[in-house]
């Protein structure tokens, strides 16, 4: 099926599952499938909108977790068919450890009404039901022309594939199919071409030194490694890596950014550390800056960011960077809904002339990656 194809089958669905019938579903009450965070913030909503949250299917149900917020939560195999029949079936977790095909069954097992998923929830909740990839169907939709040209300009079918696949998967999660995905070969797919010979790579979003190490053992070599980590409790054991690494080795405790200047941060939250957005609690300051005011003459092969939705800034500050050298680019696209078109948009008109390929390398929309290679 082709993308236009494929955006005419959303759109009926996007007028099928309307907000005003998913409001109506959502009046009966709701059970939430998750009682993390995420079905937390779903079950508050809820709240806020009149619609009753009855509790929490949850792995951790039962004695070991009974209750969250005043509400019961039940493990899905003790959960009974009489708590299910006349209301609706919601899914409230979103991370890449589930997998929406062993709960749909359990789903359709029981007398639930409606089934409503990921998808599903901002076009009734509003965008506070946003999280990291997620956004209303509406939203995908009205960008229906650049998601188009977008997929013309990616060089291979797997690409435009999956570009396809993740559009459905956004927009009907649990109804259609889940997103095939290699977490194995993460920033360098084996159906790329490989490099010719040691490069010099930019690591931003170095984490511990995971990234450096798949390389290496891909056999890639390196001949300079650039990395900036900004999270003091990463920091350290990425230090003591390189250490052992014997490559030669740059380590930069910063945010990537468009220029230099310092941020708030919020850190100590493992590969999800980040720039705070207002509003965050626990926050530390630490500078950023911009990868053309650090490096100077110095030969750059490889760029990758994996840096939970700052890409956009830092790809601002690199552009002499990417016109000078022409790197490889590996770039994460789904820390914020938009991400998928607008960081793509901005990398091609970066580099033009490049062959732009995307691929998936977690379960459930995470880890999707858009790379240049010139």
């Known amino acids: 099926m082709g993308i236009e194809e494929l955006f005419d089958d ?17 009046g ?9 965070h995420y079905g937390q913030r779903l079950a508050a909503l809820m709240a806020g909108a009149g ?35 006349g209301h609706c079936f919601v899914m409230g977790a979103l991370n890449p450890a ?21 998808g599903d929830l901002p076009e009734v909740l509003g965008p506070a039901a946003n999280t990291v990839w997620l956004s209303s169907r509406s939203s995908i939709l009205a960008e229906r022309e650049r998601l188009c040209a977008l997929a013309e300009r990616l060089a291979d079918p797997l690409s435009r594939e999956t570009l ?15 997103p095939a995905y290699d977490s194995a070969s993460q920033y360098l797919p084996a159906d790329l071409p490989g490099f010719a010979g040691p490069i010099g790579f930019v690591d931003g979003g170095a984490y511990v030194g995971d990234t450096l190490q798949a390389l290496r053992r ?27 690494a014997g490559v030669r080795a740059a380590l930069f405790p910063c945010c990537l950014s468009d220029h230099s200047h310092p941020v708030s941060f919020e850190a100590e939250l493992g590969t999800g550390s980040r720039i705070a957005e207002a509003g965050a609690m626990h ?85 999707t990656v858009f790379y240049a290679v010139p």
Not at 221 to 229: G, N, T, V
């Open 10 to 26: 959303l759109t009926t669905l996007a007028e099928r599952r309307n907000a005003e019938w998913l409001l109506e579903e959502l």
């Open 28 to 36: 009966h009450g709701a059970w939430i499938y998750g009682a993390g």
């Open 51 to 85: 619609v009753e949250c009855l509790g929490f299917i949850d792995r951790r149900g039962g004695e070991a977790l009974p209750m969250v917020n005043g509400l019961p939560v039940h493990a899905p195999s003790d959960f009974p068919s009489s708590l299910a029949a």
């Open 98 to 118: 589930v997998e929406p095909g062993e709960i749909l069954p359990l789903a359709r097992s029981l007398p639930f009404r409606a089934i409503l998923w990921n």
């Open 164 to 178: 396809a696949t993740l559009l459905r998967f956004r927009c009907a999660a649990g109804f259609d199919t889940i």
């Open 218 to 244: 891909a056999g890639v070599e390196i001949r300079d490694w650039l990395a900036f980590e900004p999270d003091t409790a990463n920091f350290r054991p990425l230090a003591h890596m390189a250490g052992q």
């Open 283 to 367: 926050t530390v300051t630490v500078p950023a800056v911009a990868l053309d005011d650090v490096l100077h003459g110095c030969p750059v092969d490889f760029i990758k960011l994996d840096i939970e939705g700052a890409e956009a800034a830092a790809l601002r500050g690199m552009r002499q960077t990417v016109a000078r050298w022409r790197p490889r680019l590996a770039i994460s696209v789904y820390h914020r809904p938009e991400d998928l078109w607008t960081l793509p948009e901005q990398i091609i008109g970066m580099c033009p002339s490049a062959r732009f390929h995307l691929r998936q390398h977690a379960r459930n929309g995470f880890d």
